[in-house]
């Protein structure tokens, strides 16, 4: 079936750092693909998605590009901050056949330091 | 602002107790889920209802059962509550008809211990 494999956490980094966390994705479909975040005490959030080959998805920084050659879906940020401290989960989502059904992977925890 | 509201933030309950989490959205959506959170396991789908009154299992339905009475509220019942339920469990709600695209919206979470 389909699925999603992220990196293992935790992901521990100073501020301004490059943030890369990689994702792979197995699917039978051709998938919209997420990225999710988690800060503490919160529920999910979505942070970006993208839908097609080569499209890319952008928000607060962090992009992440739709490779299906590679099937993969890395998230990256150029400059990280403490704000952006929270686990992050990539995922995805395919066609009518599963109800729209989200599949996530297991999550990355991103610790930035001062 | 679009909400989905979960009606605990924390829960503990005792082995054996018949455990009801609610769930609550105001966006008409169709869709709804729930699913459990664990470390190093990610979100796994428990079970999800497409319209009131219809249900579907997830990956992990075994000790659960859901209950869509309304459209927008869906209840996830732990019939005996046991010690391997003790997780993070997260609702969302999705809108049907827009495409796996569409994104999907999340309560804050409850927090069940069971001891």
């Known amino acids: 079936g389909d699925s999603v494999t992220q990196m293992e956490g935790p992901v521990t980094l100073s501020e301004e750092a490059f943030l890369t966390i990689n994702c792979t994705y197995t699917?039978?479909?051709?998938?919209?693909l997420f990225w999710y975040v988690q800060y503490p005490g919160e529920g999910l959030q979505l942070l970006l998605k993208a839908t097609k080959a080569d499209d890319k998805g952008s928000n607060k920084g962090f992009e992440a590009t739709y490779r299906k050659e590679t099937t993969s879906f890395h998230l990256e940020k150029g400059s990280v901050q403490v704000s952006d401290s929270a686990v992050y989960f990539c995922?995805?989502?395919?066609?009518?056949?599963?109800?729209?059904?989200?599949?996530f992977g297991a999550g990355t925890r991103l610790a930035v330091h001062p | 602002d679009v909400k989905v509201t979960q009606s605990s933030r924390y829960l503990v309950k005792r082995t054996g107790e018949k455990v009801f989490l609610e769930c609550v959205q105001d966006?008409?959506?169709?869709?709804m889920f729930w699913y459990r959170q664990d470390p190093g396991l990610g979100l796994r789908l428990i079970y999800f209802?497409?319209?009131?009154?219809?249900?579907e299992k997830g990956d992990i339905p075994e000790g659960y059962s859901v209950s869509r009475e309304k459209k927008e509220r869906f209840s996830l019942i732990l019939e005996s509550a046991s010690t391997n339920q003790t997780s993070m469990y997260l609702c969302a709600s999705r809108l049907r008809g827009g495409g796996p695209s569409t994104e999907a919206f999340f309560g804050q979470g409850t927090r069940l211990t069971v001891v």
């Open positions: 995922a995805l989502s395919a066609g009518p056949g599963g109800y729209n059904k989200l599949i």
């Open positions: 966006m008409d959506h169709e869709n």
């Open positions: 209802s497409y319209d009131v009154k219809m249900k």
């Open positions: 699917a039978t479909g051709y998938p919209s």
